[in-house]
């Protein structure tokens, strides 16, 4: 059903909600940001329309409620061990269309890949998705070469005009939460972007694993993780025992986001440690997102947010570099077949 509503009857609407739910959304947070007084636009819960950024692409994506960038896995003494209790409450998470199109590809990870995580399990079977349309690109974003431009596979779309709310709901329960005049309405999917990628077809590691184009990176990247943390589909963790000062037998497992970027990442028992120049690190990075993780699953893992290129403090580009590698190839490839004629 679609409806219009006002903000003052779209505010009781989410308090009656937070008696089951809590509500989560990009929320603006003052003197947060990279400097002291710069803000940041993280995924925080809310109480209000007024709190929900929807001018603005926020700078960390809601990968962060379904995979908590720390999470306790289990307490632990001499003898036993305890499972954190679990809040019982629902998640209703409002996101963009790349975004949800992002969960897809977590959920393949830790869902759908040999076996079910149950510790991510558990929180994505709570959760409800508002999908908040994109009237304009914001900068850096390549959906829609990458497809995630827009999506129908949401229980609840919202689209605003500064006065008004609309909403597409398509789960039942949200009916009788929200309220208002039946009103026919588009959601606001972007239709193109500033940015272009032009992605290499049917790569294989052997062509690309000494290109001279990665060693670019060995000086430009600084191996600070950022571009993976802020990555909606980058799900590698590592986890952290910690044990407490009053007593060195208790304690509790941890699971902590990591990086493909920063040193430790690969290292292995005897002192090995694989890619440890930053460029290697990079065509890592690039290969899983554009090759092998179509490869395994059918489809590519970057949905063109762009987070990357805004976060990173050495203005590395993932979508020029996603370009480069394509024209390197191209460039290969007829030097190749002009040597067979």
């Keep these: 059903m679609k409806i219009s509503l006002t903000k003052e009857d779209f505010n009781i609407a ?13 929320k603006l947070l003052p003197f947060k940001g990279t400097f002291s007084d ?24 809601p990968k962060e409620v379904l995979l908590p960038i720390t999470q306790r896995m289990f307490y632990f003494t001499e003898n036993d061990y305890k499972e954190p209790d679990v809040d019982n409450k629902k998640i209703l998470l409002f996101l963009r269309s790349c975004d949800l199109h992002s969960v897809k590809r977590v959920d393949e990870i ?14 994505r079977n709570k959760v409800k998705f508002a999908v908040m349309g994109c009237a304009e690109s914001f900068e850096n974003c390549f959906c829609v070469d ?21 909403l597409d709901i398509r789960t039942e329960e949200f009916l009788t939460e929200f309220s208002g005049n039946e009103e026919e309405f588009g959601m606001d999917f972007v239709k193109k972007n ?43 963790t590592t986890t952290q025992d910690i ?37 290697d690190r990079m065509r890592f990075k690039v ?18 947010c762009g987070r990357c290129d805004d976060g990173c403090p050495e203005y590395i580009s993932f979508s020029n570099c996603i370009n480069k590698l394509n024209k390197v190839l191209k460039e290969k490839s007829a030097g190749l077949e002009g040597k067979d004629e």
């Design 110 to 123: 830790y869902l759908r890949n040999k076996f079910s995580d149950k510790y991510y399990e558990t929180l």
């Design 38 to 61: 710069t803000p940041v636009i993280r995924y925080e819960e809310i109480n209000s329309f007024e709190e929900i950024c929807f001018d603005q692409k926020s700078d960390f994506s």
């Design 146 to 166: 990458m497809g995630t431009n827009k999506t129908d596979e949401y229980d609840m779309g919202v689209k605003t005009d500064g006065e008004k709310i609309f």
């Design 287 to 304: 290969m899983h997102k554009i090759s092998d993780f179509r490869k395994r699953f059918g489809y590519q893992m970057c949905t063109g």
């Design 243 to 279: 044990f407490y000062k009053e007593n060195s037998s208790n304690g509790e497992r941890r699971r902590v986001w990591a990086s493909c970027h920063v040193d430790g990442f690969s290292d292995m028992a005897g002192g090995h440690s694989f890619r440890q120049k930053h460029g």
């Design 194 to 236: 500033k940015v272009h990628v032009s992605i290499p077809e049917n790569i294989n590691l052997e062509d690309v694993i000494d290109l001279d184009l990665w060693r670019e990176y060995d000086s430009r990247c600084i191996a600070c993780g950022k571009c993976n943390f802020v990555c909606p589909t980058c799900t590698c």
């Design 14 to 26: 989410l308090e009656k909600l937070k008696k089951d739910y809590r509500i989560f959304a990009p």
